[in-house]
């Protein structure tokens, strides 16, 4: 890869650090993946948790925003550790959201920026980190972005990315098919299945065939947080859903490969995998990774209807601000926090400075929350969304 005469510029220093730096990391990301080009990106999601940047992360930002750098194409920001209502102006997490919001970031603050209006076009390259995001945004979108770290903000501030992975086409092909029998029943359902189906290796993209009905976007996104989690792949195919796999005929040119079955049974194989512990034992229940959208929080409100959460148990639920102003004049707010339920804007549980002793029960309607929390030492379990509440609620069975 040569690159052009204005990254040339930038990696010899000619218009400034930030910069330098950034055409560095990009050049060489370039290289790694044998990338021939840096190709335009239309925008950029930056992480800004202090679990990620750290005190030198922080600083590296400020010095950046020091010299009067400005992101070229549309940026929004992922969670923060902690809510900005409240927040010690001078601590290090709103330091660095202050610095890449002088450098024109959107300071949106969630991992699902799609429920506020952020979404890329068919075929549009842009450069997304947050795990969850990459194959939300490959799959039902139909953009392109690799799964992004660091190299977000270097894309952000420079306007390029490398060309390589998602953004190829020959990268976007067809892979392993999978036929699903089981039914989906729910949030959960979509977690279970995408562990289902990382649990088999494919050389391409995976293809799941056999849904009767288009998933809800909640189900969508779920679905591609799990994917992420339990796999490094970006992207994946449902036949007739996804912009990119109309049909079978379409995905497999050739003829289809022979299908993996997915049945009920494979599911609740998942689901005994994720219990460490009942959901009557639950004494943190956490609702909304990724965030929670207006339709969650509505049945969520509904299924706690007068009750409260229980005594020596507490429950989160994590949204984005945008989602928490609707929620206030429909009266869903009022009614969670009355019945005791905590909804937190801006973070979440895993990237909170909020500390949980080594074997807290956790239950939650989200693979990726159970599969980050158990990292740190608690015992957790997935459950559909009622049974959620209902282990808030302390009227869960034991199982």
């Known amino acids: 890869m040569k ?12 218009r400034g650090h930030a910069l330098q730096v950034s055409m560095r990391m990009l050049v060489a990301v370039a290289q790694a993946y044998a990338a021939d080009a840096l190709i335009p990106a239309t925008s950029a999601h930056v992480g800004l948790s202090l679990s990620s940047l750290g005190e030198a992360g922080v600083e590296l930002l400020e010095s950046f925003a020091r010299e009067g750098v400005r992101f070229v194409i549309p940026t929004t920001t992922n969670v923060l550790s902690l809510e900005r209502d409240g927040a010690d102006a001078t601590g290090l997490q709103m330091r660095a959201l202050d610095a890449v919001t002088s450098m024109g970031a959107i300071a949106n603050c969630s991992c699902n920026p799609f429920l506020q209006g952020h ?59 999978f036929q699903l029998t089981a039914p989906m029943t729910g949030l959960h359902s979509y977690h279970l299945l995408a562990a289902a189906i990382c649990r088999h290796p494919s050389k391409g993209v995976p293809v799941i065939a056999g849904l009767d009905t288009r998933p809800a976007p909640e189900s969508l996104l779920g679905f591609s947080a799990a994917f992420a989690t339990y796999s490094n792949m970006a992207m994946f195919h449902m036949v007739g859903f996804t912009p990119e796999a109309p049909s079978l005929e379409a995905l497999y040119p050739a003829g289809a490969p022979a299908a993996i079955l997915i049945d009920a049974a494979a599911l609740e194989a998942e689901l005994i995998g994720m219990r460490a512990c009942a959901p009557a034992e639950a004494q943190l ?63 979440c549980a895993y990237v909170g400075l909020s500390a949980y002793a080594e074997g807290t029960t956790l239950v939650t309607d989200s693979s990726k929350m159970a599969f980050l929390m158990a990292s740190r030492g608690l015992r957790t379990a997935v459950a559909s969304t ?14």
């Open 3 to 14: 690159p052009g005469a204005s990254e040339q510029a930038m990696l010899a220093g000619q």
């Open 119 to 177: 979404l890329p076009q068919l075929a549009q390259h842009v450069a997304w980190s947050e795990s969850a995001t990459a194959p939300y945004l490959n799959s039902v979108l139909g953009a392109r972005t690799n799964r992004e770290g660091a190299t977000a903000l270097a894309t952000a501030l420079t306007g390029v990315t490398p060309c390589y992975g998602m953004h190829l086409d020959s990268e976007r092909r067809a892979g392993a098919l």
């Open 285 to 347: 229940v956490v609702i909304g990774c990724p965030h929670a959208s207006l339709a969650q929080l509505r049945d969520i409100a509904f299924l706690m209807g007068a009750s409260q959460v229980a005594r020596g148990r507490r429950m989160l639920v994590h949204t984005n601000r945008d989602v928490l102003t609707a929620a206030a004049p429909a009266g869903v707010l009022a009614a969670l926090r009355t019945a005791g339920v905590e909804v937190t804007v801006d973070t």
């Open 386 to 399: 009622q049974e959620c509440v209902l282990a808030a609620l302390g009227q869960a069975t034991r199982s």
